[in-house]
Protein backbone atom coordinates (compact mmCIF):
# COMPACT_ATOMS: atom_id res chain seq x y z
CA UNK A 1 0.00 0.00 0.00
CA UNK A 2 2.66 2.36 -0.31
CA UNK A 3 2.37 5.38 -2.36
CA UNK A 4 -0.98 5.30 -1.71
CA UNK A 5 -1.92 8.89 -2.58
CA UNK A 6 -0.23 8.42 -6.50
CA UNK A 7 -2.55 5.56 -6.90
CA UNK A 8 -5.57 6.92 -6.08
CA UNK A 9 -4.57 9.52 -8.38
CA UNK A 10 -4.11 6.86 -11.05
CA UNK A 11 -7.44 5.39 -10.26
CA UNK A 12 -9.41 9.03 -10.31
CA UNK A 13 -7.79 9.45 -13.88
CA UNK A 14 -8.98 5.89 -15.64
CA UNK A 15 -12.10 6.74 -14.06
CA UNK A 16 -12.72 9.94 -14.99
CA UNK A 17 -12.51 8.24 -18.67
CA UNK A 18 -14.79 6.37 -17.92
CA UNK A 19 -12.77 2.97 -17.41
CA UNK A 20 -12.89 0.03 -15.62
CA UNK A 21 -10.58 -0.49 -12.75
CA UNK A 22 -9.81 -3.33 -10.02
CA UNK A 23 -10.29 -2.12 -6.49
CA UNK A 24 -9.85 -3.63 -3.09
CA UNK A 25 -12.40 -4.07 -0.19
CA UNK A 26 -12.60 -5.89 2.64
CA UNK A 27 -14.64 -8.64 1.23
CA UNK A 28 -13.50 -8.72 -2.13
CA UNK A 29 -11.89 -7.18 -5.08
CA UNK A 30 -14.11 -4.82 -7.08
CA UNK A 31 -14.54 -4.28 -10.90
CA UNK A 32 -15.29 -0.77 -10.09
CA UNK A 33 -16.68 2.30 -12.50
CA UNK A 34 -18.50 5.31 -12.44
CA UNK A 35 -22.57 4.48 -11.29
CA UNK A 36 -23.48 7.83 -12.86
CA UNK A 37 -22.31 6.52 -16.62
CA UNK A 38 -24.06 4.64 -18.80
CA UNK A 39 -20.69 4.24 -21.24
CA UNK A 40 -18.40 2.87 -18.09
CA UNK A 41 -20.59 0.83 -16.61
CA UNK A 42 -21.93 -1.11 -19.84
CA UNK A 43 -17.97 -2.01 -19.80
CA UNK A 44 -18.34 -3.72 -16.34
CA UNK A 45 -21.08 -5.78 -18.18
CA UNK A 46 -18.92 -6.42 -21.04
CA UNK A 47 -15.48 -7.68 -19.55
CA UNK A 48 -17.42 -9.38 -16.59
CA UNK A 49 -19.50 -11.64 -19.23
CA UNK A 50 -22.07 -10.46 -16.81
CA UNK A 51 -26.26 -11.09 -17.59
CA UNK A 52 -27.87 -7.53 -18.51
CA UNK A 53 -30.34 -8.11 -15.72
CA UNK A 54 -28.50 -8.88 -12.66
CA UNK A 55 -27.88 -5.54 -11.16
CA UNK A 56 -24.85 -3.72 -9.74
CA UNK A 57 -23.73 -2.75 -5.91
CA UNK A 58 -23.23 1.15 -5.50
CA UNK A 59 -20.22 1.53 -3.53
CA UNK A 60 -20.29 5.45 -1.94
CA UNK A 61 -18.63 6.87 0.49
CA UNK A 62 -20.79 8.57 3.02
CA UNK A 63 -24.77 8.95 3.84
CA UNK A 64 -24.51 12.57 2.56
CA UNK A 65 -23.71 11.12 -0.76
CA UNK A 66 -25.88 8.16 -1.07
CA UNK A 67 -29.00 10.80 -0.32
CA UNK A 68 -28.10 12.18 -3.01
CA UNK A 69 -30.08 9.12 -5.09
CA UNK A 70 -31.64 6.84 -2.60
CA UNK A 71 -34.00 7.58 0.35
CA UNK A 72 -32.90 6.00 3.45
CA UNK A 73 -34.98 4.63 6.51
CA UNK A 74 -34.58 4.21 10.51
CA UNK A 75 -33.08 0.47 9.73
CA UNK A 76 -30.76 1.47 7.57
CA UNK A 77 -29.56 4.37 9.94
CA UNK A 78 -29.22 1.29 13.01
CA UNK A 79 -27.42 -1.44 10.79
CA UNK A 80 -25.40 2.04 9.43
CA UNK A 81 -24.33 3.09 12.77
CA UNK A 82 -23.46 -0.37 13.70
CA UNK A 83 -21.70 -2.04 10.72
CA UNK A 84 -20.68 0.93 8.53
CA UNK A 85 -18.48 1.31 6.80
CA UNK A 86 -18.33 -2.40 6.68
CA UNK A 87 -18.90 -5.66 4.97
CA UNK A 88 -23.03 -4.92 4.45
CA UNK A 89 -24.86 -4.44 1.30
CA UNK A 90 -28.33 -2.06 1.44
CA UNK A 91 -31.25 -2.60 -1.09
CA UNK A 92 -32.85 1.01 -0.69
CA UNK A 93 -35.70 2.95 -2.66
CA UNK A 94 -34.05 5.23 -5.51
CA UNK A 95 -35.41 8.75 -5.63
CA UNK A 96 -36.39 9.97 -8.72
CA UNK A 97 -34.23 12.64 -9.48
CA UNK A 98 -31.19 9.81 -9.32
CA UNK A 99 -28.14 9.83 -11.08
CA UNK A 100 -27.33 6.28 -11.57
CA UNK A 101 -26.60 4.28 -14.78
CA UNK A 102 -30.15 2.53 -16.05
CA UNK A 103 -27.87 -0.16 -16.81
CA UNK A 104 -26.67 -0.72 -12.79
CA UNK A 105 -29.96 -1.97 -11.17
CA UNK A 106 -31.87 -2.78 -14.60
CA UNK A 107 -34.34 0.22 -14.71
CA UNK A 108 -36.01 -1.25 -11.31
CA UNK A 109 -36.57 1.62 -8.82
CA UNK A 110 -34.10 0.25 -6.09
CA UNK A 111 -30.64 0.42 -5.78
CA UNK A 112 -27.78 -2.23 -3.56
CA UNK A 113 -25.68 0.00 -1.80
CA UNK A 114 -22.58 -0.05 0.33
CA UNK A 115 -20.02 1.44 2.15
CA UNK A 116 -16.95 -0.45 1.96
CA UNK A 117 -13.77 -0.42 4.99
CA UNK A 118 -10.81 -0.57 2.74
CA UNK A 119 -9.02 2.66 3.44
CA UNK A 120 -7.35 2.82 -0.48
CA UNK A 121 -10.94 2.69 -1.38
CA UNK A 122 -12.68 4.90 0.68
CA UNK A 123 -10.09 7.45 0.02
CA UNK A 124 -10.58 6.46 -3.61
CA UNK A 125 -14.41 7.40 -3.38
CA UNK A 126 -13.99 10.26 -1.09
CA UNK A 127 -11.63 11.57 -3.75
CA UNK A 128 -14.54 11.66 -6.52
CA UNK A 129 -18.14 13.11 -7.25
CA UNK A 130 -20.08 9.98 -8.14
CA UNK A 131 -20.22 6.39 -6.11
CA UNK A 132 -18.31 3.17 -7.98
CA UNK A 133 -20.51 0.32 -9.07
CA UNK A 134 -18.37 -2.52 -8.56
CA UNK A 135 -19.37 -6.05 -8.42
CA UNK A 136 -16.96 -8.30 -7.92
CA UNK A 137 -13.68 -8.17 -10.30
CA UNK A 138 -14.24 -11.90 -12.09
CA UNK A 139 -15.91 -13.65 -15.06
CA UNK A 140 -19.41 -13.95 -14.22
CA UNK A 141 -20.37 -17.32 -11.89
CA UNK A 142 -16.68 -17.71 -11.44
CA UNK A 143 -14.84 -17.70 -8.17
CA UNK A 144 -14.14 -13.97 -7.08
CA UNK A 145 -11.10 -12.27 -6.89
CA UNK A 146 -9.56 -11.83 -3.27
CA UNK A 147 -5.88 -10.36 -4.13
CA UNK A 148 -4.56 -7.84 -7.23
CA UNK A 149 -3.10 -11.09 -9.26
CA UNK A 150 -6.63 -13.05 -8.84
CA UNK A 151 -7.72 -10.10 -10.89
CA UNK A 152 -5.35 -10.22 -13.38
CA UNK A 153 -5.90 -13.92 -13.74
CA UNK A 154 -9.13 -13.10 -14.84
CA UNK A 155 -8.79 -9.79 -16.96
CA UNK A 156 -5.25 -9.61 -17.82
CA UNK A 157 -4.55 -6.70 -19.82
CA UNK A 158 -8.12 -6.41 -20.62
CA UNK A 159 -8.59 -3.42 -17.24
CA UNK A 160 -6.47 -0.36 -17.24
CA UNK A 161 -5.40 -0.65 -14.06
CA UNK A 162 -5.74 -2.55 -10.29
CA UNK A 163 -5.35 -0.59 -7.34
CA UNK A 164 -3.40 -2.78 -5.37
CA UNK A 165 -4.41 -3.38 -1.52
CA UNK A 166 -2.94 -6.63 -0.18
CA UNK A 167 -5.18 -9.18 -0.15
CA UNK A 168 -9.36 -9.34 1.09
CA UNK A 169 -9.13 -9.11 5.01
CA UNK A 170 -12.71 -11.43 4.64
CA UNK A 171 -12.46 -13.24 1.46
CA UNK A 172 -16.34 -13.42 1.08
CA UNK A 173 -18.99 -11.20 -0.27
CA UNK A 174 -20.79 -8.80 2.03
CA UNK A 175 -24.50 -9.96 3.27
CA UNK A 176 -27.32 -8.20 1.70
CA UNK A 177 -30.28 -6.87 3.18
CA UNK A 178 -33.16 -5.36 1.82
CA UNK A 179 -34.91 -2.55 3.53
CA UNK A 180 -37.80 -2.17 1.45
CA UNK A 181 -40.73 -3.04 3.20
CA UNK A 182 -40.05 -6.34 5.29
CA UNK A 183 -36.23 -6.82 5.71
CA UNK A 184 -34.71 -9.69 4.60
CA UNK A 185 -31.49 -11.20 4.23
CA UNK A 186 -30.93 -11.67 0.44
CA UNK A 187 -27.22 -13.09 0.48
CA UNK A 188 -25.30 -14.40 3.17
CA UNK A 189 -22.08 -12.93 4.31
CA UNK A 190 -19.66 -12.22 6.96
CA UNK A 191 -22.24 -10.11 9.59
CA UNK A 192 -24.63 -12.91 10.42
CA UNK A 193 -28.84 -12.87 10.17
CA UNK A 194 -28.66 -12.93 14.44
CA UNK A 195 -26.50 -9.65 14.12
CA UNK A 196 -28.86 -7.53 11.82
CA UNK A 197 -31.65 -9.07 13.95
CA UNK A 198 -30.31 -7.81 17.00
CA UNK A 199 -29.91 -4.12 16.23
CA UNK A 200 -33.20 -3.71 14.55
CA UNK A 201 -35.06 -5.96 16.68
CA UNK A 202 -37.09 -7.42 14.96
CA UNK A 203 -37.39 -11.57 13.29
CA UNK A 204 -35.54 -11.49 9.65
CA UNK A 205 -35.08 -14.31 7.55
CA UNK A 206 -32.94 -15.37 4.43
CA UNK A 207 -34.83 -15.70 1.42
CA UNK A 208 -32.87 -17.59 -1.15
CA UNK A 209 -33.15 -17.21 -4.72
CA UNK A 210 -36.95 -17.87 -5.79
CA UNK A 211 -35.91 -17.73 -9.47
CA UNK A 212 -35.59 -13.76 -9.87
CA UNK A 213 -32.35 -11.93 -9.79
CA UNK A 214 -32.69 -9.31 -7.42
CA UNK A 215 -29.19 -8.54 -5.97
CA UNK A 216 -25.46 -10.04 -6.83
CA UNK A 217 -24.85 -13.62 -6.31
CA UNK A 218 -28.54 -14.90 -6.77
CA UNK A 219 -27.71 -17.24 -10.33
CA UNK A 220 -27.94 -20.63 -9.94
CA UNK A 221 -23.86 -21.37 -10.14
CA UNK A 222 -21.65 -19.15 -8.80
CA UNK A 223 -18.78 -19.13 -7.58
CA UNK A 224 -17.23 -21.77 -9.20
CA UNK A 225 -13.78 -22.64 -9.87
CA UNK A 226 -15.01 -24.10 -13.46
CA UNK A 227 -14.52 -27.69 -12.02
CA UNK A 228 -16.67 -30.47 -10.14
CA UNK A 229 -17.17 -29.35 -6.71
CA UNK A 230 -18.55 -32.11 -4.12
CA UNK A 231 -19.25 -31.11 -0.50
CA UNK A 232 -19.87 -32.79 2.96
CA UNK A 233 -17.05 -35.66 1.25
CA UNK A 234 -15.44 -37.55 4.47
CA UNK A 235 -13.16 -39.77 1.92
CA UNK A 236 -12.25 -38.20 -1.51
CA UNK A 237 -11.62 -39.68 -4.88
CA UNK A 238 -8.45 -40.82 -6.24
CA UNK A 239 -6.30 -37.31 -7.67
CA UNK A 240 -9.08 -35.37 -6.28
CA UNK A 241 -8.08 -32.14 -4.04
CA UNK A 242 -9.58 -32.43 -1.12
CA UNK A 243 -10.55 -29.15 0.89
CA UNK A 244 -9.85 -29.24 4.34
CA UNK A 245 -10.95 -27.16 7.36
CA UNK A 246 -8.62 -29.87 10.20
CA UNK A 247 -4.97 -31.12 10.52
CA UNK A 248 -5.37 -34.68 9.56
CA UNK A 249 -2.07 -37.34 10.46
CA UNK A 250 -1.78 -38.10 7.04
CA UNK A 251 0.06 -35.86 4.87
CA UNK A 252 -0.84 -35.89 0.74
CA UNK A 253 -0.08 -33.68 -1.89
CA UNK A 254 -3.58 -33.46 -2.58
CA UNK A 255 -4.58 -31.87 0.58
CA UNK A 256 -5.30 -28.12 0.80
CA UNK A 257 -6.05 -26.87 4.07
CA UNK A 258 -8.47 -23.35 4.20
CA UNK A 259 -7.71 -23.57 8.20
CA UNK A 260 -5.80 -26.16 9.98
CA UNK A 261 -8.18 -25.80 13.14
CA UNK A 262 -11.57 -25.04 12.67
CA UNK A 263 -11.34 -21.40 12.47
CA UNK A 264 -14.19 -20.61 10.05
CA UNK A 265 -13.11 -16.94 9.95
CA UNK A 266 -9.66 -17.88 8.37
CA UNK A 267 -11.31 -20.96 6.17
CA UNK A 268 -13.83 -17.95 4.50
CA UNK A 269 -10.39 -15.73 4.33
CA UNK A 270 -8.72 -18.20 2.51
CA UNK A 271 -11.91 -20.39 0.83
CA UNK A 272 -11.53 -18.18 -2.85
CA UNK A 273 -7.71 -18.18 -2.75
CA UNK A 274 -7.63 -22.11 -2.44
CA UNK A 275 -10.27 -23.22 -4.75
CA UNK A 276 -8.83 -20.90 -7.53
CA UNK A 277 -4.98 -22.68 -6.81
CA UNK A 278 -6.46 -26.08 -7.25
CA UNK A 279 -7.93 -24.96 -10.48
CA UNK A 280 -4.76 -23.53 -11.32
CA UNK A 281 -2.84 -27.11 -10.66
CA UNK A 282 -5.25 -28.72 -13.25
CA UNK A 283 -7.31 -30.55 -10.76
CA UNK A 284 -10.20 -32.03 -12.60
CA UNK A 285 -12.63 -32.34 -9.10
CA UNK A 286 -12.29 -30.81 -5.93
CA UNK A 287 -14.21 -32.50 -2.23
CA UNK A 288 -14.94 -30.81 0.73
CA UNK A 289 -15.18 -31.97 4.39
CA UNK A 290 -17.77 -31.13 6.14
CA UNK A 291 -18.29 -27.30 7.33
CA UNK A 292 -20.44 -26.43 10.57
CA UNK A 293 -23.03 -24.41 9.55
CA UNK A 294 -23.12 -22.16 11.96
CA UNK A 295 -21.50 -18.66 12.01
CA UNK A 296 -19.91 -17.59 8.51
CA UNK A 297 -19.54 -21.34 8.19
CA UNK A 298 -22.95 -20.95 7.20
CA UNK A 299 -22.05 -18.59 4.45
CA UNK A 300 -19.27 -20.69 3.46
CA UNK A 301 -21.81 -23.63 2.93
CA UNK A 302 -23.76 -21.33 0.84
CA UNK A 303 -20.93 -20.55 -1.52
CA UNK A 304 -19.63 -23.77 -1.95
CA UNK A 305 -23.35 -24.96 -2.95
CA UNK A 306 -23.45 -22.40 -5.37
CA UNK A 307 -20.40 -23.44 -6.90
CA UNK A 308 -21.04 -27.06 -6.75
CA UNK A 309 -24.34 -26.29 -9.18
CA UNK A 310 -24.40 -27.56 -13.10
Same mark, same amino acid.
Given at each position: &?????????? @?? #??????????????????????????????????????????????????????????????? #????????????? %? $????????????????????????? #????????????????????????????? @????? &??????????? +??????? @?????????????????????????????????????????????????????????????????????? +??? /?? $?????????????? #??? %??????? /??????????? &?????????? @???????????? %????????????
Amino acid at each position: &MKNGLSNIKK @SK #FYLNKNECIGIPTETVYGLAANAYSDKATSKIFKLKKRPKKNPLIVHYYSINDLKKDCYINKN #FLKLYKEFCPGPI %T $FILKLKKNNKISKNVNNKKNNLAVR #FPSHPLTRKLLKSLNYPLAAPSANISSRV @SAVSK &MDVVDEFGDKI +KYILDGG @SSKIGLESTIVSLINKPKILRLGSISVNQIQNIIKKKINFEKNSGNIVVPGQGKLHYSPGIKIRINVKNP +KRH /EA $FILIKKREINDKNY #FYI %TKNKNLN /EAGKNLYKTLR &MIKNLNYKSI @SVEKIPGKGIGQ %TINDRLIRASKK
